[in-house]
């Protein structure tokens, strides 16, 4: 074993910690936590979760963005509150880029614009649903080779083809050149300074796999010397978005459990320990698409290797499906009761469909056995120094958090009384008619999403036993 990776795994507990986990799983029942990450995967490569109708025209157009808009709806109502928007995708983007050219997914041809700006788009409506939106860009597969030349004269095969090598059928981005970290740096900052968007989620940032074992360590430092400059200039920018990525699902051997071969740290050479120990990850969403031995080991090594930082696994509920390994619900459900019981950061699922389309019944168990009362996304984690931003036109944009309760003082410490999150200031004589008979308490977040102690508005002490009215939730809208 690599003297480095000694250095940066302990692992002894790990019997305790299972052994005493698989003994409360089946006396779990804990309340849902105030902040928890309810995540979902929004895929665009294909159409495969939206749009699936193509933006030719005024009404398709408006067709497409509303496909987007009923999909949201109903996400809000199963309790997600981060969807991961996947905004670049193999060389091509989802908005309007002066680096890459338009996804060939929006209107059925590359490079032609649907006529609006899909990005700007999805980040106002999840913002409307109180969700956060994260800018899923997919790192270093660039293309499939027989289709690299439809792309057009603005694809990275003619702009940058020294950045470019061919493994298989597909072009990828060079991570051992320093040329790879500068361009993708240069996408995150169009990004980053042109969006009010949450959090940007780097997927596929490592090698690809059956990549030859040799020179790991250097392998290693490649990826994470990308990362490493990616994390400091989107923070050097907006210091309070979310910087995550969704790595390989096991990170390494566990002393009881082997990963066969298949893990992040050996087989695609991310040092994911040491991004979280360094600070320049906020957040994780490892791709744990598995079951059994191969799935509870390794999500605790995980949360023993999270320095701090908010770990949310990845579920894999597409295998849920007869047409994928026809999982039963039951093998989803025990992990989310297994993720909560080690107080882990939350979940994220891929992908949307299979959510919306409610695969043996997961939407309707996590909306009315799991995500019992909504849940704040966790604060982005505070560096001890927190880098000074470089550009004068970011600023966050304001939260406001909703608390409604027959009792008062509200306790807004109870998941319970959480109503709704606004982005941008709420109408509070509107708010007071609405719950009308409940006591109101309304706090603002700062921009890393703690909340300020002292109410931006409170509503006079009543007496809500005369009133009839529930608590309309975003859950039971």
């Known amino acids: 074993m690599p003297q480095k990776y000694k250095k940066s795994c302990k692992f002894g507990p790990m019997r305790k910690i299972l052994l005493a986990i698989f003994a409360i799983l089946t006396l779990y029942a804990a309340g849902a936590p105030k902040y928890e990450?309810?995540?979902?995967?929004?895929?665009?490569?294909?159409?495969?979760?939206?749009?699936?109708?193509?933006?030719?025209?005024?009404?398709?157009?408006?067709?497409?963005?509303?496909?987007?808009?009923?999909?949201?709806?109903?996400?809000?109502?199963?309790?997600?509150?981060?969807?991961?928007?996947?905004?670049?995708?193999?060389?091509?983007?989802?908005?309007?880029?002066?680096?890459?050219?338009?996804?060939?997914?929006?209107?059925?041809?590359?490079?032609?614009?649907?006529?609006?700006?899909?990005?700007?788009?999805?980040?106002?409506?999840?913002?409307?649903?109180?969700?956060?939106?994260?800018?899923?860009?997919?790192?270093?597969?660039?293309?499939?080779?027989?289709?690299?030349?439809?792309?057009?004269?603005?694809?990275?095969?003619?702009?940058?083809?020294?950045?470019?090598?061919?493994?298989?059928?597909?072009?990828?981005?060079?991570?051992?050149?320093?040329?790879?970290?500068?361009?993708?740096?240069?996408?995150?900052?169009?990004?980053?300074?042109?969006?009010?968007?949450?959090?940007?989620?780097?997927?596929?940032?490592?090698?690809?796999?059956?990549?030859?074992?040799?020179?790991?360590?250097?392998?290693?430092?490649?990826?994470?010397r990308i990362v490493r400059q990616l994390y400091h200039a989107i923070k050097q920018r907006k210091p309070w978005i979310k910087v995550s990525c969704s790595p390989v699902g096991k990170y390494h051997d566990t002393t009881l459990y082997s990963a066969r071969g298949w893990n992040a740290y050996e087989a695609v050479f991310q040092d994911v320990a040491l991004w979280l120990r360094e600070g320049i990850m906020d957040m994780i969403s490892p791709m744990m698409y598995f079951k059994g031995n191969h799935f509870y080991p390794f999500c605790a090594q995980w949360q023993e290797q999270s320095h701090g930082s908010i770990v949310a696994p990845g579920l894999g509920i597409y295998f849920l499906s007869p047409r994928e390994k026809n999982w039963d619900l039951i093998e989803i459900t025990r992990q989310l009761q297994f993720i909560r019981s080690l107080n882990m950061g939350g979940a994220a699922y891929f992908r949307t469909q299979f959510m919306l389309d409610d695969v043996k019944g997961l939407a309707q168990w996590i909306r009315y056995h799991h995500y019992t009362a909504p849940a704040l996304v966790p604060p982005t984690p505070r560096p001890s120094t927190s880098p000074q931003s470089t550009s004068l036109l970011n600023k966050a944009p304001q939260r406001y958090v909703l608390y409604a309760s027959k009792a008062y003082p509200v306790d807004t410490d109870n998941a319970e009384n959480l109503v709704r999150i606004y982005w941008g200031e709420p109408d509070y004589n509107r708010l007071a008619a609405t719950l009308w008979g409940m006591n109101i308490k309304i706090l603002k977040m700062d921009e890393w999403g703690n909340e300020l102690h002292t109410p931006v508005y409170e509503s006079s002490p009543v007496n809500a036993y005369p009133s009839k009215r529930k608590i309309i939730r975003i859950t039971d809208r």
């Open 37 to 224: 990450v309810r995540a979902v995967w929004l895929t665009t490569l294909g159409g495969l979760d939206w749009p699936r109708a193509k933006a030719i025209d005024a009404t398709t157009r408006e067709a497409q963005k509303q496909e987007l808009r009923d999909k949201l709806d109903a996400l809000q109502k199963t309790g997600i509150n981060l969807v991961y928007f996947q905004t670049r995708i193999r060389g091509t983007v989802i908005y309007p880029s002066k680096i890459e050219p338009w996804d060939g997914a929006l209107t059925g041809r590359y490079d032609l614009s649907p006529g609006y700006d899909p990005l700007a788009f999805a980040i106002e409506e999840c913002h409307k649903r109180g969700m956060e939106c994260h800018a899923w860009v997919v790192t270093l597969p660039a293309f499939k080779i027989k289709g690299a030349k439809a792309l057009g004269r603005r694809s990275l095969l003619y702009t940058h083809p020294k950045l470019l090598y061919k493994q298989n059928d597909t072009y990828y981005l060079d991570p051992s050149l320093g040329g790879t970290a500068d361009y993708l740096e240069d996408i995150c900052t169009e990004i980053t300074e042109n969006y009010d968007i949450d959090g940007i989620h780097f997927d596929y940032i490592r090698y690809p796999e059956h990549t030859k074992p040799d020179r790991a360590d250097w392998k290693r430092d490649n990826i994470t």
